[in-house]
């Protein structure tokens, strides 16, 4: 096996025994972007001359003996966290060219565990979308099927752990840009509970919805990412000063006796019916390693869509005033000071992120407010105490995480209501800011990988991790390689 | 209103009603959101980082001392302070505002519900405090005097701030500018602003608006902004108020609009009517969670709460059996206050030393515009000066020349009535050479003295002090001149 298609823990053993060198996994990771990343796209920016220099000083650590949790590992980032002295553009043209002067908190975090950036991954642009079709650069695809997207908005992520040209990768997730495009690339993908990680230095699109977590081949890849990654900020007033658990130690645990809940609202009419089968085989395997399958509810489901698009949008909508030419990013000169900030944002934003200034601007004008937004924040109250209430009788929840596996390239882009229920099933997670995670439970008819959601109680990553580790290892779905 | 038409009796047919918002920058070492520093004048965006500049990704953490001035500041206006309160998002494209939104409060402010006491026509006023809420400063756009460039500098951006909003309480111009003296003689006894108008460190809007006499109603309200001194808050409100009676003697009807103070012209002007009128589009600021404020804590800021002028004003008048109009004067400044007190507390008659800080003191200060702080004599080097006069060394006359003296040098007045020779002449016997010399040489004057012109007295007085280059002990030469002139 190739230095690049193995898991962290593989290549931890192999890189603190001295039997491989960081060069030569770095070799194995560059040599497989050379050869696939032509037809898969996953990146906006590869920084291999930066990689090679973190990788000199990733060594060292490891001859010395004082190697950390990530040292030497290779891994991609989503292209809207800032990295110092590397361009983050957040896939947009208004930021075609910013180079921030500070790094965002977890890039900080993955320096400190010794990590090498392999480079910046595509992303819809601001994150706003399900397919990376909204990059204002280009459509990254999905390894498993060339014709199809890789899912989004993390699809860049997604795609390049699927493909083989990082060993991990971190995404964000706002509604389901992590765990969306970990299903449709049949890789593992989790969004931590709200306030888990630091959001300083992640672009903000809804700041009371993004969350940043990670995208790898496995469970346990996750659980160590999370350890790296997790932890009270100074700087992100969002973020819990509560301690971080070693999260890898709570794999491997019996999952007999946990009460798995199954919600009738997320099995719905219009949901693929591979997906469908893929998913109530795996609840069967679950409940066949002891655990307990019981039906709740989550009444409020149906309004979690709409809720979602009225505060998404009226957050983004201010989070991207700054955008105005005036200090950074694209300027395009105007005949006075409105002319100018008109002319930018016109040809800076793309037109999903037009659309949902204007739909967030809409929502919190005057005579609106108390319709719209507040309305919505009702709503999200009533979504969290349906999770806080199923959660008196259930452990983890089990849904479906896509109702569809991968589409293809321009299927859904005509029309925006369609891309949006692409996330039906993962948006209700993000309002009541609970964990979530992805992992895979089968394939397709079409091959397309299906991904099982597994969602937890807050702050209880532990049980989350410890239920999708038990149902992966019994099963071979994360084995699987897409032929390219 | 038409020429030749009794201004004053149409005024009266009015009744003004004025509300203040008034912004105060907090005294605080770093930013609101930020640790930056708030030093005033330093190379523009020298005092700068990513929050501050709105890079793209970063996120505002409160300044827990900031919001504990203006806690301060509730306290000491009587407010309510909320248990739970929150910061919003004030929407709105300007390039000082680097984010294009401004963290504010809106619907949940830090204090609401206070008041602060004025003094109007000998008699205490109430003026309602609706709310004080926090939010952020913005930058300064500079615009190139020729040429088409404008640059913005962002070193005020993020400077706390506190908004003190006041009912619609007051009555005049007048009142309008006790109030505001009253607000910043407190904001400056709790050291939470330097009050500095001038530099912006305090700055003052004004809701305006009149109606008839009797009318319960109020009028529509024109908003002014850019009052940008203490001596503009009476001359734009005056200004405002015979504006919009004149527009509504003339038919007219008052609009709501902004309007800015043109200290220049000395008038105001339309900037934008209530159609243009910005959409703000507030709501919860996100990336800050609610602020809470638990009882505890305002005990221990409570503890922290000095003497305010109202108590001191009170005070001053009991224990020191001063005049209102004295202990209003000594207590609008705690400096002032304090000093006043060491004088006394080292031996000086308290109205004595209030009559010498009023009059000279603060004469000599307004002229350089210098602090009593500054000052290069102590209390204990004043209470030595009254005391010359007290055992006639010097007179009260020649006490106010050792007095600028000692202000000027910071010498002890003693050393200075002997370097000087100022020392008073109380020998009999010199005084009376003097007074005969004078009387001798003024024939002519001693004759309609005599013949009933009382008010020589005082030419003889003159002579003879200016004989004695003023040292002569006043009442004995008084003594003397009678007994001479056969009074």
Known sequence: MKLNEMNIRELRRLLDNREVSVRDVLDDVYGRIDAVEDKVKAFITVSRDEAYRMAEHAQESIISNRMSLLSGIPIAVKDNMCTKGILTTCASKILHNFIPPYESTVTAKLKEHLYILVGKTNLDEFAMGSSTENSGFHTSRNPWNLECVPGGSSGGSAAAVAAGECIAAVGSDTGGSIRQPASLCGVVGLKPTYGRVSRYGLVAFASSLDQIGPITRDVSDAAAMLTAIAGHDPLDSTSVSYDTPDYEAALGKEIKGLRIGIPKEFFIEGIDKDVEEAVHTAIKKIESLGAKAVEVSLPHTCFATAAYYILATSEASSNLGRYDGVKYGLRESGKDLIDMYMKTRAKGFGTEVKRRIMLGTYALSSGYYDAYYKKAQQVRTLIKNDFANAFKEVDVIVTPTSPTPAFKVGEKTTDPLQMYLSDIFTISVNLAGVPGISIPCGFTKGNLPVGLQIIGKHFDEETLLKAAYAYEQSTDWHMRRPSL | ?487
């Not at chain 2, 006043?340 to 800080?357: C, D, F, L, S």
């Not at chain 2, 020779?421 to 009387?439: F, P, Y």
């Open chain 2, 1 to 487: 209103m038409k020429s030749g038409v009794d201004t004053g009796a149409i005024m009266k047919k009015y009744e003004v009603v004025i509300g203040l918002e008034v912004h105060a920058q907090l005294l605080t070492e770093t930013k609101m959101f930020c640790r930056c520093s708030t030093k005033f004048g330093s190379e523009p965006n020298s005092q700068t980082c990513p929050v501050c500049i709105g890079m793209p990704g970063v996120l505002p953490v409160m300044n827990r001392k900031a919001v504990e001035y203006a806690i301060l500041t509730g306290l000491a206006t009587n407010c309510r302070i909320a248990p739970y309160s929150r910061f919003a998002r004030k929407n709105y494209f300007y390039p000082d505002l680097p984010k294009n939104y401004q963290i504010s409060q809106y619907e949940l402010p830090l204090c609401e519900n206070g008041f602060v006491e004025i003094v109007v026509d000998d008699e205490v006023k109430r003026i309602g405090i609706t709310r004080i809420h926090m939010e952020e400063d913005a930058g300064k756009n500079i615009h190139e005097e020729r040429g088409d460039h404008s640059f913005v500098d962002l070193n005020r951006t993020g400077v706390p701030l506190m908004e003190i909003v006041s009912e619609p309480d007051l009555r005049s111009p007048g009142e309008a500018s006790e109030y505001m003296k009253k607000l910043r003689a407190i904001l400056r006894y709790l050291g939470v602003c330097d009050g500095n108008m001038e530099q912006g460190s305090l700055r003052c809007d004004a809701n305006v608006s009149i109606r008839p006499v009797g009318q319960n109603e109020f009028g529509t309200r024109a908003e002014l902004k850019n009052i940008n001194s203490f001596k503009f808050v009476e001359k734009a409100l005056e200004y405002e108020i015979k504006r919009q009676v004149s527009v509504i003697e003339d038919g007219g009807r008052i609009i709501q609009e902004t309007r800015l103070w043109d200290s220049a012209a000395g008038v105001t002007r339309s900037m934008r009517s209530k159609e243009e009128a910005h959409d703000y589009r507030y709501f919860p600021e996100p990336d800050l969670p609610p602020i809470l404020v638990s009882q505890e804590w305002i005990d221990e800021i409570k503890a922290k709460l000095p003497e305010l002028p109202d108590e001191k004003r009170k005070r001053f008048i009991g224990q020191h059996s001063l005049p209102e109009y004295d202990a209003e004067l000594l207590t609008s400044e705690k400096a002032i206050a304090d000093w006043y007190e060491r004088v006394v507390e080292a031996g000086g008659q308290p109205k004595v030393v209030a009559n010498w800080m009023m009059g000279d003191l603060m004469r000599l200060l307004n002229e350089e515009n210098k602090s009593v702080d500054a000052l290069l004599f102590g209390p204990a080097q004043m209470v030595g000066m009254l005391k010359l006069i007290d055992d006639d060394t010097i007179s009260g006359k020649i006490a106010k020349t050792v007095f600028e003296e000692m202000y000027r040098t910071g010498k002890n007045a003693g050393d200075i009535v002997k370097e000087k020779g100022l020392v008073q002449i109380s020998d009999t016997s010199e005084i009376e050479m003097a007074v005969d010399d004078v009387l001798a040489k003024s024939a002519s004057e001693v004759e309609r003295f005599k013949a009933g012109d009382e008010k020589l007295m005082g030419f003889f007085v003159g002579q003879v002090m200016k004989a004695t280059k003023g040292k002569a002990n006043p009442k004995m030469l008084n003594d003397l001149l009678k007994e001479k002139l056969g009074k």
